[in-house]
């Protein structure tokens, strides 16, 4: 899987948005960008996922260039409960009898703090 | 997503002894993974569980060390055996998420080895 660069630390206040950068200038054409967090104490979460088109759910947009070689992930209105590492992982996704059964190869990721 | 439990959700051990950590899945998944977070590093996978078959372990994780049993579809135990402070971490299990090709992790075990 490629690797992924993200800066160690970010603060961000409360009700704005939170952008977290992630560069993956080695990525293949057939990996996609995953968004996952970890609250304090509590085992990582999914927040989002994409291949090349920007995405968006109820709880982040992730937005992709399109040479894919870097993303971002988009908390439009940050909350004190949005505080928590937040990792970004490139890997390929399965159909069929792999599906959810690739590893996951997790970075050191970016601790954001939401400032009252 | 699934409901998963884990057993215990932190113990305090003595070095030289062994703990045996459960996770519980509420629906049946063919793979179950476990992963160790030690203290103020990211998460690395310890080793793959899949039913009916012997775990598939990472490079510098042997089985002596972390024997896994998974003897149905719903449960695994992971075993840390011979603990030392260095085992001292968050050990988590996942499994397969049925909607979204990735992971559902549990709440995680907290083990410290005195």
């Known amino acids: 899987d490629a690797k992924t660069t993200q800066p160690p630390s970010m603060d961000c206040a409360e009700g704005r948005a939170a952008n977290l950068p992630c560069n993956h200038s080695t990525i293949s054409g057939n990996e996609y960008v995953y968004w996952y967090r970890q609250i304090h104490s509590q085992g990582p979460q999914y927040i989002i996922h994409?291949?090349?088109n920007n995405e968006t759910n109820e709880m982040a947009s992730l937005i992709i260039t399109e040479d894919r070689k870097s993303s971002t992930l988009i908390l439009p209105h940050a909350t004190l409960r949005d505080t928590a590492v937040y990792y970004c992982?490139?890997?390929?996704?399965?159909?069929?009898?792999?599906?959810?059964?690739?590893?996951?190869?997790f970075g050191t990721g970016t601790r954001l703090t939401i400032i009252p | 997503s699934a409901v998963i439990s884990q057993k215990p959700s932190r113990d305090i051990c003595q070095r030289g002894t062994s703990l045996t950590i459960q996770c519980q899945v509420d629906s049946q998944v063919t793979m179950m993974f476990w992963y160790r977070q030690q203290p103020g590093q990211s998460l690395t996978l310890i080793a793959t569980?899949?039913?009916?078959?012997?775990?598939?372990?990472e490079s510098g994780f042997v089985i002596d060390k972390f024997p896994i049993s998974r003897p149905n579809l719903t449960f695994s135990t992971l075993t840390v055996s011979n603990m030392s402070p260095e085992d001292s971490s968050i050990y988590l299990c996942?499994?397969?998420?049925?909607?979204?090709?990735?992971?559902?992790f549990g709440p995680g075990t907290r083990l410290t080895v005195l």
């Open positions: 996942s499994v397969p998420d049925r909607v979204v090709d990735t992971q559902y």
């Open positions: 569980a899949n039913q009916g078959s012997e775990a598939t372990y």
């Open positions: 994409g291949l090349k």
């Open positions: 992982i490139v890997r390929v996704a399965y159909r069929g009898s792999n599906f959810g059964n690739e590893k996951l190869t």
